[in-house]
């Protein structure tokens, strides 16, 4: 059906180069000295019969001036034009010939070389994600980003775009993109966790404060939302409440519908907390278990570590880097950071001894 569909627009393509070489062409009559001589000739019987009318030429005199204007149109041949030559018509069907035969030889072995017919077709929708030009996304970010500027209250707009910003990893924009929905959209349950989430992304993977108060309230609108239950989870464990940790693990594995995809990561986690082996587990897919964003907060943690040690910084910013080591259970790197906590901070004895309650808590160690 290709080459059917090919030769049919080699041939359209053919028509339409030989059909002005084919079709009979008429020069325009300034262009002929012959039929502008038999244009004047014309124009000077017509005068003379006007003349004659408004009795300005007597009759004997328009007889003669007459016979002398249609004895010269006559001898101008206009009245009967020649015919092309015979050499003329063969020129135009060489050429003709010539285009018909040329475009189709030409056109062919170059879609060949060039058009590569032999590779299949791929469409649109098989297309991996990863096809599509990082230019292409912060192009797209770019233009939601001016509307936003351009109308700050539209809150569709910010809904859309704030888990845009959690996929390129722009945790603190995702956060502020949410609160914006929230506040223009109204309270949902599943929003208002996702946003708590992005507070977390956004400490390295710790669950501050203001990200357990959105937990909270997601659950108020939505009890038994299990991101947010999750993540309160995971707060109590870095806390160090390790028997609440377990028992809201283990209600959330119990209260999960049989095909939630992120029950088995949940399993793991409550095994390594209570010491077992854990279990043979499928690959999350939720956006609330944190092993299916492991690369996500390791980078975050990664950035804050190298900011702390080259510039240091407060202890609630340590606190939060040995956290995140903890979640990330990294045991060894917790206590270097607490360490190198200590030394950082060793000429302010409040903030040390805050280091000192958050090791006891975490189970890093003594004080010293």
Do not use: C
């Not at 669950?207 to 299990?226: H, M, N, S, W």
Request: aromatic residues 6%; proline residues 7%; glycine residues 6%.
């Amino acid at each position: 059906m290709l080459w059917f569909t090919m030769a049919g627009m080699a041939a359209f393509a053919a028509l339409a180069a030989i059909w002005p070489v084919l079709r009979p062409s008429r020069p325009p009559a300034d262009a002929d000295p012959a039929a502008s001589e038999a244009a004047f000739y014309k124009a000077q019987l017509d005068e003379i019969q006007r003349d004659v009318e408004r009795g300005l030429l007597p009759q004997s005199e328009a007889t003669s001036a007459r016979a002398e204007a249609a004895r010269r149109l006559i001898s101008t041949g206009a009245e009967s034009p020649k015919p092309a030559s015979p050499s003329r018509n063969r020129l135009r069907l060489a050429v003709a010939a010539l285009v018909a035969v040329g475009v189709p030889v030409i056109a062919l072995p170059l879609y060949v070389y060039l058009g590569r017919p032999q590779l299949p077709d791929e469409p649109l929708a098989s297309r991996a994600p990863a096809s599509l030009a990082s230019s292409d996304i912060e192009a797209a970010v770019a233009g939601v980003e001016a509307h936003l500027i351009a109308k700050p209250e539209d809150g569709k707009g910010w809904a859309v775009i704030a888990p845009v910003y959690m996929r390129l990893e722009r945790y603190e924009d995702a956060a502020r993109a949410y609160s914006e929905a929230l506040r223009l959209l109204g309270e949902d349950g599943a929003r208002r966790a996702a946003y708590g989430e992005a507070l977390v992304a956004a400490a390295g993977g710790v669950v501050i404060d203001t990200a357990r108060e959105a937990f909270a309230k997601a659950l108020d609108e939505e009890p038994g939302q299990p991101q947010a239950r999750f993540y309160l989870a995971l707060a109590a464990e870095q806390d160090g409440r390790k028997a609440d940790a377990i028992r809201d693990y283990e209600a959330l594995v119990a209260d999960a519908p049989p095909d939630a995809q992120w029950v088995e990561a949940v399993k793991a986690r409550l095994a390594s907390l209570k010491g077992e082996s854990p279990p043979q587990a499928a690959p999350a897919a939720s956006a609330a278990v944190p092993e299916a964003q492991k690369a996500m907060i390791e980078s975050m943690v990664s950035r804050l570590a190298n900011r702390l040690a080259s510039s240091g910084g407060s202890v609630d910013e340590w606190a939060r880097l040995i956290r995140a080591y903890t979640v990330l259970h990294e045991a060894d790197k917790a206590k270097a950071a607490l360490a190198d906590a200590r030394k950082a901070l060793a000429p302010d004895p409040n903030a040390v001894a805050s280091l000192d309650a958050l090791a006891h808590d975490l189970g890093l160690g003594d004080a010293n």
